[in-house]
């Protein structure tokens, strides 16, 4: 027996993660978690379900006890609360549009990422055919599930006026006023983006929001707020662009006003592996970046803001909160 024995358990388990990932896909796609919607079912009955070969069935559903996204107990398995809530197609958010932009358009395009580590170059996209409906719906159910973990994290109620400056989802604001009614807001940004933000905007959503058009790295944002929200700003803009519009966001807000700054972070410090895997998609989908997030706390500083803290979003990037001095 050897007295240098070291497990090679880590290794194997990120070496098959790709298989793991697909796995997960296929899961959702063909109904596993679906199958299990109305109670805990055994391998045999999981396939009937779904409309598998049990063989398949068996492999799935044993792989997804194994990622710990079902239980197994007594000859039968069972969802977790997460895929029962996000993957099952009960009531609440469906979150299978998100697998399946990952699954469709991410997952392929993937093969160029070592390339695109080489060269810093995202890898050629295209939005043909029914691909971008695909991009849209999975982009679009992953912001509502950043706005409503962001809701189950952070306290709306102390807040009267809320801008959602250059953002992608009305989705935030929704959940910020289902949390506080009293909160009424505005959702400011380009033309292009304001289009794509109202067709998504739920019923009722123009009752405590207005849409303000203004680009703002060239225009003043209309009215003043308490607090300001950036959601998934930083990572589309140079760093020159995000210092003008946290600059712009910091004149639309007396002193003491709340920022919340929603994005994937680099931060190595605490090992947290969402940011830097989600910097890689960023990347290799269309270059844009995952910033540091001591550089953008040195923005905050440089345009009127003062750091209070960062908060980690369960499942979905970070939130940097700072105030107005």
């Known amino acids: 027996m050897t007295t240098n024995h070291v ?31 109305d109670g805990s079912k055994t391998s045999a009955e999981v396939a009937e379900t779904a409309g598998l070969p049990e063989r398949t069935a068996r492999i799935l559903s044993d792989a997804m006890v194994g990622l710990g996204l079902l239980t197994y107990a007594d000859g039968k398995y069972t969802n977790t609360a997460a895929t029962a809530k996000y993957l099952a197609g009960g009531e609440g958010l469906d979150l299978r549009p998100w697998l399946a932009f ?9 093969l160029g990422y070592t390339d695109s580590m080489r060269s810093a170059e995202p890898q050629p996209f295209s939005f043909d055919g029914d691909r971008m409906g695909t991009f849209m719906g ?16 952070y306290d709306f109620t102390k807040h009267q006026n809320l801008l959602d400056l ?16 009293n909160l009424r807001g ?42 300001v929200l950036l959601e998934h ?10 210092q003008t519009i946290l600059t712009k966001a910091r004149a639309a807000v007396e002193p003491g006003a709340a920022l919340l700054v929603l994005d994937f972070l680099l931060d190595a410090s605490d090992g947290r592996r969402l940011d830097p895997v989600l910097a890689g ?15 953008v706390k040195g923005w905050l500083e440089a345009t009127g803001w003062r750091w209070v803290e960062t908060r980690e979003v369960p499942g979905s990037p970070r939130v940097i909160i700072a105030e107005a001095v």
């Open 138 to 153: 999975g982009v679009q159910t992953y912001n509502s599930l950043h706005a409503e973990q962001l809701a189950a994290v």
């Open 102 to 110: 990952w699954d469709n358009l991410s997952y392929p395009h993937w």
């Open 233 to 242: 700003v930083l990572h589309r803009f140079t760093p020159a662009d995000n």
């Open 186 to 227: 505005a959702f400011v940004s380009t033309a292009e983006m304001l289009q794509m933000a109202q067709g998504g905007a739920p019923e009722g959503f123009t009752d405590f929001v207005e849409f303000h058009e203004a680009d703002p790295l060239t225009q003043d944002v209309p009215g003043k707020y308490d607090s």
């Open 281 to 295: 998609e960023y990347l290799v989908i269309d270059g844009t970046v995952v910033y540091p997030e001591d550089e």
């Open 7 to 37: 497990d090679p358990s880590p290794l194997a388990a990120v070496a098959s993660g790709f298989m793991a990932a697909k796995q997960f896909f296929a899961a959702s796609e063909l109904g596993v978690f679906a199958a299990l919607a």
């Open 166 to 181: 250059a953002g992608l989802s009305t989705a935030f604001l929704d959940e910020a006023h289902k949390q506080n009614p």
